[in-house]
């Protein structure tokens, strides 16, 4: 459905996105992992037309997206990572001043405007001015104006920056059923928990090249460590862990020490025995899954919060 | 079009909400209107203020006595001839001391001291003495120039007297005597006038006469009375209610238009950085579609703008806007094109909102001074006159004038229009240029 083919773009000497291409099919949940300043919005803004890339071509069901092609833009619903309202407006001023510019009028703009006021659960607080509003709420009117127009793909670029624990829920809510009401969504973020909990699929960018890219499985498979050993930082354990220095690497972290076993200790029963010869009990240690933070570790020798 | 029209719509929403940008477009330009209108006069506003001036009379002269008299009726002068010593309870006359003592202290601006020898017998001038402070030298001049005319009124009165004393100084009482004869002769002989009041008539010498009103009736004493005649005739503005408010509330009106339309033309950096100028653009909405409308909507608040400033300074302070409201509202369009191709300019090369206001202000502010909306540019030296007709606020200005002072029709007005334009058609070429490789977008 959505076709991103050796986009490059560069702002002076400076490539921000370099030869990228992803395929992203209709009714798929896409998600676009990397730090920031990795070139995701310059990506997102390329696709939604608003800047021209030196080379490749984005197209939508096989047709090229440019700044001159306004009509096709219909297709797409933007959620900018910018609170992109008319704060001094009600979040009803703003529905209807982008919903017209949707082509909506009359009474399918009032209904629609309701609609999606329901969705973004705002209802009562329609007539109230956006800048009124938390930062939590005015996320869900940025997401509720790209959706008036009932656009086949949504591109989400942060939509959860700032926003507390509670609104993020809801907006993951509220993205989750529009996928599986068949809405192609393209979502970017920093966080991998919420590309791990949202995405069927992933591709990983840093400094504007696409390292990675499949499903979650797909890229904890290319690890070679699948699982980690952290062992609780206290007083006690800090005395024993010199002692098994010779079980794999270990790294100190603020309230953990993570143990990445040789191939000696592989199996957790042989790693759990030796850990408790020396004293450190089960209770100090956990196993843990490797996740995307791993996977980008792993590719760029970088945290993704570096 | 369909786009331009929503933009339009929701610019006119945002402003309507925007409550400071709708005090600064109407409210602020209204009381700058009212300060002005009570200044320069004007339905409702009270009597004039007038300066004060202190005025020493030392001399025994009825001519003084006349002048004091004259100056005392001043619209414009409030003559104050006592003070309050600082340890007295009684308020003393001024003598000339005390009077430069005041105007030294900055007390008062000016004072007018007839002395003793101001007007004497044998005296063939009037000997004024005049001391004053030039802080504010167009005060000054003001002061002096209603003093100089209360003064000269009286002077034709006075003339024939100076005038037959002058002619015993230079040719002698004998000869003067000798010349009074033959004269009496010549036009008894010739006009049949009485020989004996005639001849009283000119050889009188005293100025005690002045203040006999039945000498100033006949036709001899007229004679030498009428010596200097003014004829004034007002040509234009005659009927002009509040000629002052009308003389500058273009002008004013002009500065505040370029005020606000620039506001309205940079928000567009506002709405980049808000990002509702991409959320815009990622719709199906196109760039030019963000120019015209801007464009649309700033000529449309302009006009409006100058419009409510006419009709309030019209309700108000007698503004007459009807008698040549056609021509006023093709000069009033096409003042709002040529400020917003202004603001266009400045949205187009600049880089930031916070670029853009400082430069529009800069250039606003010189465009005004230079373009006689805060004075006439008469004021300036020739230079500057010349260098104010590279102002749009110069050709706004001079076309305000001449629809609202003279009623001038369209072709009085067409080479101000036709300048505008051009200023318009340039610079909206050069911000369209711009745009293409500027920041906003």
Excluded at chain 1, 229 to 252: L, N, R
Excluded at chain 2, 23 to 33: G, K
Aim: include cysteine.
């Amino acid at each position: 459905m959505l076709k991103i083919k050796n986009i490059t773009k560069s702002f002076g000497s400076l490539t921000a996105l370099d030869n990228i291409s992803l395929d992203i099919e209709k009714g798929e949940f896409f998600g676009l992992l990397g730090p920031n300043g990795a070139g995701k919005t310059t990506l997102i803004n390329t696709i939604i037309g608003y800047l021209e890339p030196e080379l490749g071509n984005v197209s939508i069901d096989g047709e090229d997206i440019t700044i001159e092609n306004t009509q096709l833009r219909k297709k797409i619903g933007y959620v900018p990572q910018e609170i992109a309202l008319y704060l001094e407006l009600t979040a009803y001023q703003n529905l209807k001043i982008f919903g017209s510019i949707f082509d909506l009028k009359g009474n399918e703009l009032e209904k629609k405007i309701n609609e999606v006021m329901e969705l973004v659960q705002l209802t009562d607080r329609k007539k109230d001015k956006v800048k009124d509003f938390s930062g939590g709420m005015k996320r869900r009117i940025n997401l509720a104006v790209s959706l008036l127009h009932n656009p086949d793909i949504i591109l989400c670029d942060e939509p959860t920056v700032g926003v507390d624990p509670q609104s993020r829920n809801a907006i993951f809510e509220m993205l989750h059923d529009l996928n599986k009401e068949g809405k192609t969504i393209l979502y970017t973020t920093h966080y991998m928990e919420e590309a791990e909990r949202l995405c069927s699929r992933l591709a990983i960018i840093d400094n504007g090249k696409i390292i990675a890219q499949g499903t979650l499985v797909d890229l904890i498979n290319m690890l070679e460590q699948k699982e980690t050993i952290k062992i609780q930082k206290t007083a006690f354990t800090q005395d024993k862990i010199s002692a098994i220095s010779d079980m794999g690497i270990i790294s100190e972290h603020d309230f953990y020490y993570e143990l990445i076993v040789n191939d000696k200790y592989k199996q957790h029963s042989k790693t759990f025995i030796r850990l408790e010869e020396e004293g450190i009990h089960n209770e100090f240690v956990q196993v843990s899954r490797a996740t995307l933070e791993d996977v980008f570790l792993n590719l760029t020798g970088r945290s993704l919060r570096d | 079009m369909k786009n331009i029209y929503h933009l339009v719509i929701k610019d006119i929403i945002r402003f309507l909400n925007d409550k400071p940008a709708v005090i600064l477009t109407f409210v602020v330009p209204m009381l700058l209107i009212i300060i002005f209108g009570n200044v320069f006069g004007g339905k409702g506003s009270g009597p004039r203020g007038k300066t004060n001036i202190i005025l020493v009379n030392n001399s025994n002269s009825v001519v003084a006595d006349l002048i004091e008299s004259k100056l005392d009726t001043s619209k414009s002068l409030r003559m104050i001839k006592k003070y309050l010593p600082a340890d007295s309870k009684d308020s003393v006359l001024f003598d000339e001391e005390s009077a430069k003592e005041f105007v030294r202290g900055g007390k008062i601006m000016a004072a007018i001291v007839m002395p003793k020898d101001f007007f004497l017998d044998t005296s063939s001038a009037l000997k004024f003495k005049f001391y004053y402070d030039p802080k504010n030298e167009i005060e000054s001049a003001i002061v002096q120039g209603a003093m100089q005319q209360t003064i000269m009124t009286q002077i034709p009165k006075v003339m024939p007297i100076i005038l037959k004393r002058k002619a015993i100084n230079y040719i002698g009482s004998d000869s003067t005597a000798r010349f009074y004869r033959d004269m009496t002769k010549t036009v008894t002989k010739y006009f049949g006038v009485d020989s004996d009041s005639f001849m009283s008539e000119l050889t009188k010498v005293d100025s005690s006469s002045l203040f006999n009103s039945s000498a100033d009736t006949s036709a001899e004493a007229n004679f030498m009375g009428n010596i200097i005649q003014f004829d004034n005739e007002q040509l234009v503005g005659k009927e002009i209610s509040n000629p002052g408010l009308t003389r500058s509330v273009g002008g004013w009106a002009m500065m505040f238009l370029l005020f606000s339309i620039t506001g309205a033309a940079t928000s567009l950096f506002e709405e980049k950085q808000e990002g509702t100028l991409k959320r815009l653009l990622c719709m199906s909405v196109s760039r030019a579609d963000i120019l015209w409308s801007k464009y649309i909507y700033s000529t449309m608040l302009g006009v409006f703008q100058l419009l409510v400033l006419f009709v309030f300074s019209w309700a108000f302070f007698d503004i007459d806007i009807f008698s040549n409201f056609f021509n006023l509202m093709i000069v009033i369009i096409v003042s709002a094109m040529a400020a917003v191709s202004f603001a266009m300019i400045i949205t187009a090369t600049t880089k930031t909102a916070s670029q853009a206001n400082g430069v529009s202000m800069l250039l606003i502010l010189v465009m005004s001074a230079l373009g006689g909306s805060w004075f006439p540019i008469q004021f300036m030296p020739e230079w500057m006159q010349t260098g104010s007709k590279a102002t749009m606020t110069y050709w706004s200005v001079e076309a305000f004038l001449s629809v609202l002072w003279r009623n001038a029709p369209l072709s009085s007005v067409y080479t101000n229009i036709v300048v505008l334009l051009v200023f318009t058609l340039l610079l909206n070429a050069y911000s369209l240029v711009r745009f293409r490789n500027g920041r906003v977008f």
